[in-house]
C-alpha cells in the first residue's frame, strides 16, 4: 500500500510518522524502515531514540541511501572491491577519450577542456539512469546532423569510458543501480514497513529504487511538501513536488499496489503567531496577499555589504539575550549559501562573543572522540602501524601531552634498523647527503662485532653520506635516545641490537631540528 501524507512546513507531517513508527516498534512488528535525506539520518536517530527509548529503539532502522547502499553490500556482498575516486575518474577518461579519438569529429578540443565536461556529463545520465547505449540508440533515430554527432560520440567516449571502470573498479555513482539488482534478487523490502521523509524529489535511480519497495514491502509511506495535489492551486510553488507524488502513484498502480487516500494534516501548527503563518504561505507565491497590519513578528533589514548583515544580526542576538532575557540557544541563522558568509559571519560572531554552530560538512576524522575509536581499531588492524599510532595519540584523549608525543615520534622517526644479512635487506636512510671521510668509515668499520660491516660500508659509499661522528656508544638506542639530545649542536650514536641489528640515530640538541636518519 501506498500512503501519502501531503502538507505544508510546519504541518506536522514528520510528527506524524515518527508516531505511527513508535506505534509499530510498541506492538513489535519486526521491519520498519525510516528512509530520509544524508543530511537528517543524525537527527532522525536521535528523534527516534528519544521516542522509543535505547530498548525500543533498534527495532527502527533510520537508513539514507547512501548507508542503505553500504548495508546491502555489507550484507550481500560488494563492499570489498576497489571504488573509483575523482583521480581514479580522471585518468580513466583521459585514457576513453584517447581510445576513440579517431572517430570523434565534434568533441575535437583540448583533453585537459573535454575531461570535466565529459566527467560531468557521465555523473548526470547515470543519477538519470541512461546507459550510454541508450545515447548510441537515440542518435540512431535522430534526424538533426549535429545533434546524431554529439549523441554518438557522448555515447562512444561514456562506453569506453565505462568499459575500462569495470575492469578493475566499481563506480560509487552506479551504486545504486547495483542496489535495485541485489535487492530484487534477495526480495529485501518483502515485510517491510517503510516510511520516506523529508524529501521534496528524486533521481531516477531512487525512483527505481522506490518502485522496487513498493512492489515487495507491505506498506510505504511518503512525506511531500504540498497541501493539495490540485495542480490549479500553487502549481508555481509545489510544481516539483506534485510532480514527484504523481510519479509514485504511477508506479504503484503499474504494480498493482493500493493507492490509499492522501492524508492532509492542519497547516500552519508550528507557527506562534498568524503574521508568520501568512509569510509562509505567501512568500514563494507570484501573487501575493499583503497583510493587513504591521507585523510584529517579522523585520525586514537591508543591509550595504554582507559585513554590515553580519554586523546587524550578531549586535541584534547579543541585545536580545544582554536585556530581555534569551539564550543562545533560542536563534538560528539560515541562508540559502553559507559559502557567501562564510569567513565574515563567523569572525562577527566570535567579536561580538556569541558562541555559535556552523553547519558546515566536517569529515568524521575531524572529530577528536570519533577518529580515537577508528584509530584504535586500525591500530590492530595495521600490526601498530605507527602512522595509524600517532594518529589515535593526537586526537588529545589518550592520556599523553603533546610534549610526550613529541617525543616518541622523533625517536619512532630516528629508528632506522638497518638488517645486515645481504644489501638487499638494507633499507635505504633519510638525512644528511655529503660526503664522508675515510677516518669515520674506519671507525664505523671498527664498531663491527660480528665482521658484518662490509656492506654497511659500501652502502655508504654508494650513496655519500657523511656525518659528524662526536660520540659513540654500545647500549640499546632506547637508552642512548635521553643521551643524545644532551650532545652538543649534532651526534651519530651507533647501538648494537640482537640478531646483528645495527641501529642508528641523528638528531641536534633542539628536539624540534631532529635530522632523521
Given at each position: 500500500m501506498l500512503q501519502l501524507i501531503l502538507g505544508r512546513a510546519g504541518s506536522g507531517k514528520t510528527y506524524r510518522i515518527r508516531e505511527q513508527v513508535k506505534q509499530l516498534a510498541e506492538q513489535n512488528t519486526e521491519k520498519i524502515m525510516l528512509l530520509v535525506p544524508e543530511q537528517y539520518s543524525f537527527e532522525s536517530e536521535k528523534a527516534m531514540l528519544k521516542l522509543l527509548g535505547p530498548k525500543q529503539v533498534n527495532k527502527v532502522q533510520v537508513m539514507s541511501f547512501t548507508r542503505l547502499t553500504d548495508m546491502a553490500f555489507r550484507a550481500y556482498g560488494g563492499s570489498g572491491i576497489a571504488k573509483l575516486d575523482d583521480g581514479g575518474r580522471n585518468i580513466f577518461m583521459n585514457l576513453a577519450l584517447?581510445?576513440?579519438?579517431?572517430?570523434?569529429?565534434?568533441?575535437?578540443?583540448?583533453?585537459?577542456?573535454?575531461?570535466?565536461?565529459?566527467?560531468?556529463?557521465?555523473?548526470?545520465?547515470?543519477?538519470?539512469a541512461i546507459a550510454p547505449a541508450v545515447l548510441l540508440e537515440t542518435a540512431q533515430k535522430t534526424e538533426d546532423k549535429k545533434l546524431k554527432q554529439k549523441l554518438k560520440e557522448v555515447g562512444l567516449i561514456l562506453s569506453a569510458y565505462d568499459a575500462l571502470v569495470a575492469q578493475s573498479y566499481l563506480d560509487p555513482l552506479d551504486d545504486l543501480q547495483r542496489l535495485k539488482y541485489t535487492f530484487t534478487e534477495h526480495r529485501f523490502f518483502g515485510g517491510y514497513h517503510i516510511y520516506i521523509d523529508s524529501f521534496e524529489g528524486f533521481t531516477q535511480q531512487e525512483f527505481d529504487l522506490i518502485e522496487l519497495m513498493l512492489s515487495q514491502a507491505s506498506e510505504v509511506t511518503v512525506s511531500l511538501s504540498c497541501d493539495t495535489l490540485d495542480n490549479q492551486i500553487g502549481a508555481e510553488v509545489f510544481a516539483r513536488v506534485r510532480h514527484t507524488a504523481n510519479v509514485l502513484m504511477r508506479m504503484a498502480r503499474q504494480h498493482h499496489v493500493q493507492v490509499s487516500a492522501p492524508i492532509v494534516p492542519e497547516s500552519g501548527i508550528r507557527f506562534a503567531t498568524e503574521d508568520l503563518k501568512h509569510l509562509e504561505h505567501q512568500i514563494f507565491r507570484v501573487e501575493k496577499e499583503p497583510l493587513s497590519n504591521v507585523p510584529d513578528a517579522i523585520t525586514l533589514y537591508s543591509g550595504e555589504t554582507v559585513y554590515h548583515e553580519a554586523a546587524?544580526?550578531?549586535?541584534?542576538?547579543?541585545?536580545?539575550?544582554?536585556?530581555?532575557?534569551?539564550?543562545?540557544?533560542?536563534?538560528?541563522?539560515?541562508?540559502?549559501?553559507?559559502?557567501?558568509?562564510?569567513?565574515?559571519?563567523?569572525?562577527?560572531?566570535?567579536?561580538?562573543?556569541?558562541p555559535y554552530f556552523m553547519d558546515t560538512p566536517r569529515s568524521v576524522y575531524a572529530e577528536p572522540l570519533m577518529c580515537l575509536v577508528l584509530y584504535a581499531l586500525q591500530i590492530l588492524k595495521s600490526n601498530f602501524a605507527s602512522?595509524?599510532?600517532?594518529?589515535?595519540?593526537?586526537?588529545?584523549?589518550?592520556?599523553?601531552?603533546?610534549?610526550?608525543?613529541?617525543?616518541?615520534?622523533?625517536?619512532?622517526?630516528?629508528s632506522v634498523i638497518f638488517y645486515l644479512i645481504s644489501p638487499d635487506n638494507i633499507r635505504y636512510c633519510r638525512g644528511l647527503i655529503v660526503n664522508m671521510t675515510s677516518h669515520e668509515l674506519t671507525c664505523l668499520f671498527n664498531l663491527s662485532t660480528r665482521n658484518q660491516c662490509d656492506q654497511l660500508i659500501m652502502f655508504f659509499q654508494e650513496l655519500w653520506i657523511t656525518f659528524l661522528l662526536l660520540q659513540v656508544f654500545y647500549a640499546e638506542p632506547v637508552h642512548l635516545f635521553p643521551q643524545v639530545i644532551q650532545q652538543r649542536d649534532q651526534s651519530l650514536v651507533i647501538g648494537c641490537g640482537k640478531d646483528n641489528i645495527m641501529e642508528f640515530y641523528i638528531c641536534f640538541s633542539d628536539l624540534r631540528h631532529i635530522t632523521t636518519l
Open positions: 584517447e581510445e576513440v579519438k579517431e572517430e570523434l569529429e565534434f568533441y575535437v578540443t583540448r583533453v585537459e577542456e573535454l575531461i570535466p565536461f565529459m566527467l560531468s556529463m557521465s555523473a548526470e545520465l547515470k543519477m538519470c546587524y544580526i550578531c549586535a541584534t542576538i547579543r541585545h536580545l539575550v544582554m536585556n530581555e532575557g534569551y539564550q543562545y540557544q533560542d536563534f538560528a541563522i539560515i541562508a540559502r549559501s553559507l559559502d557567501h558568509y562564510r569567513g565574515i559571519l563567523d569572525v562577527t560572531l566570535e567579536q561580538y562573543e556569541v602512522d595509524d599510532v600517532f594518529v589515535y595519540l593526537k586526537t588529545g584523549l589518550a592520556g599523553l601531552t603533546p610534549y610526550e608525543i613529541s617525543l616518541l615520534e622523533n625517536y619512532t622517526f630516528l
